[in-house]
């Protein structure tokens, strides 16, 4: 991993965009120092800013002195703007996308653009930063090696117990993107299916002042949540530990972390056990995790 650092110091790489690109902005998620410095430049720079609500948008730029034409791009009418918006990058215009926070695409539109952007050989670039997603994942303390993005579930009880049902031997960790008004009933759902000791990180209020990032089990954070109708405010995303791996499958793979463990660091146990064994390096470092959190 690399990054460019010029020669002198204090001084950022000056991005200068290019003709005919869309760029995907990644924009704060609730503070705002957290925009980027490229960010700023690409949204100075742009010819067209596609916004999914211009109003909200026009604030943030505003606060970012940053004077720029603004055109809704929205699920309701991606169907109709997209041509518009890919004709225009081909007649050499820059465009830049962002949603009302955080990375555009990321339970956000954009889908549509992009790929179609990709289809007619429209170059495609990204201005990464906050997401929430991720930021939840980085704190979440459960594992990170690998993990599966879920976005929202369906708010009615019967579609999203659908949605959990198959999710209920899924080893990896899991990120779910909750609405505030749901929360209870959700957990209650996950709970069933996932079971009441299932670890969970609940992350509120991500880089805002109520910010609250708690890590419990299953039934300890629905008896926390009903005891505090604070926690029932704002925005919320919810990291969910994966399954267990089969006790019966695991006999050996015990066996050889616990003399490893004892010798070695987890990292380098685990690549043993791999190599020894042929499972998965996600189920062996997790199980690695268990045994040295017993
Ligand atoms: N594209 C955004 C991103 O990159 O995170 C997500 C947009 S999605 C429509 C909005 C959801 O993201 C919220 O309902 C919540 O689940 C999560 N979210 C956004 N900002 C958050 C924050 N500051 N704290 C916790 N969750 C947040």
Redesign the pocket.
Known sequence: MSINIPEEKNVLHNTVVSAGTLYLV?TP??NLADITQRAISVLEQVDLIAAEDTRHSQRLLGHLGIKAKLTAYHEHNEDRVTPRLLDELESGKTIAVI??????????PGYRLVTQAHDRGIQVSPVPG????IA?LSVAGLATDSFTFEG?PPAKQGARVHFFEPLLDQQRTMVF???CHRIVETLKDMRDIFGADRRVTY??????TFETIKRKTLSELIEWIEADDNQRK????LVVDGAAVEQGDNQQVDQYLKVLLAELPVKQSVKLVVKMTGEHKNDVYKRALELKDA
Do not use: H, N, Q
């Open positions: 990644a998620i609730g949603s009302d926070a955080g990375t555009p695409l990321i339970s956000d906050v997401c929430a997603a939840a929202f993107y909750i609405s992350a509120r209020e991500i880089t805002k704002g925005e919320i995303v």
